[in-house]
């Protein structure tokens, strides 16, 4: 079921909503015509589903319809409580009952950071559910993986997921105390304060945090993906701090399909705040190069999308 409310949200046009899917309810926003090909938005660690407002307002004006979701653990309703539950299996079968639950049975996928891996990895898997791959910031898994073995800048770079998986709730204490300084460094001033201060307060709120951490704690850091069978676009930010060149030049060896690398000089991680119109121009020319529209079929559970 997917209730969309009237609610006013701070972005133009923007919708907020609630779908059920897996016996979860998620939270998410919703732009564009609902005639328009869907593209799905997956966010990162430590931000929601608003991250991608400003480049969702762009693909509405092209005439897409973009959707962002809160995905596990940032959605109130959605928020199991072990570990073992924030594998990344779930979070892409978390995916592909959203996009069932929308009627949708291909569409453009799109993800940033953690959303990145969870897109990677279901374009991997199920490539004939996917009409395009949008990645920003996130090199390929199997590239990113071997790069923080082998590159020894990409170990140094890569030494915060350390500490992320920490047990006993340390990692959560270095992030929060004396006012989430350590939180608020994460984003290296590249964030508007209102959002980072709205980030800051959910991740403050009692669960929400630890459930954003259980991705880094139920990783498995020799996992393998295999290659990409789906039109691909990579944006990358040259100045990315915790991403680095290795990975991110590694990628093209993993996609067999077309690929389009698009790097930002001088970009950092947050390349979603920091360029928004330069991110939604690539994805809007690598949405109108894999046209035609997604199939829509009748879904088991009624929606109103």
């Known amino acids: 079921m997917t209730d969309i409310g009237n609610q006013a949200a701070p972005w133009m046009d923007i919708e907020e909503f609630t779908l059920a899917a897996r016996g979860m309810v998620f939270s998410g926003l919703a732009c564009g015509p609902k005639e328009g090909e869907t593209v799905l938005l997956l966010h990162g660690f430590p931000q929601f589903a608003d991250s991608w407002a400003e480049v969702a307002v ?3 004006k092209a005439g897409y319809r973009a959707i962002a979701i809160d995905q596990r653990g940032y959605s109130a309703g959605a928020r199991p409580e072990t570990v073992r539950d924030y594998a990344v299996d779930d979070l892409v079968a978390d ?21 990145g891996i969870v897109a990677w990895s279901l374009a991997a898997r199920y490539p004939d559910r996917l009409q395009s791959l949008s990645i920003v910031s996130t090199p390929h898994v199997d590239a990113l993986l071997e790069a923080r073995r082998t590159d020894r800048d990409q170990k140094r770079r890569s030494r915060y997921i350390t500490v992320f998986r920490l047990p006993f709730h340390v990692a959560e204490w270095l992030l929060l105390r004396r006012g989430a300084s350590a939180l608020k460094r994460v984003f290296k001033d590249k964030l508007p304060k209102p959002r980072l201060d709205d ?17 880094y704690r139920a990783l498995d850091l020799h996992i393998r993906i295999g290659r990409i069978n789906v039109p691909t676009v990579f944006i990358w930010g040259s100045n990315d701090q915790a991403l680095g060149r290795a990975a991110a030049e590694a990628t093209s060896a993993h996609v067999n399909a077309s690929y389009r690398f698009v790097e930002l000089q001088g970009g950092s ?24 529209s997604n199939v829509k079929f009748s879904p088991q559970i009624s929606s109103d999308m």
């Open 269 to 292: 991680h947050w390349l979603l705040e920091e360029s928004p119109e330069v991110v939604a121009e690539a994805l809007i020319d690598h949405l109108k190069a894999n046209a035609p």
């Open 95 to 115: 995916v592909l009952a959203i996009a069932i639950a929308l009627g949708l049975e291909r569409f453009h996928l799109a993800g940033h950071d953690w959303g």
């Open 199 to 215: 980030y800051v307060s959910r991740l403050s709120q009692p669960g929400v945090l630890t459930a954003g951490l259980s991705w």
């Open 58 to 60: 762009a693909l509405a």
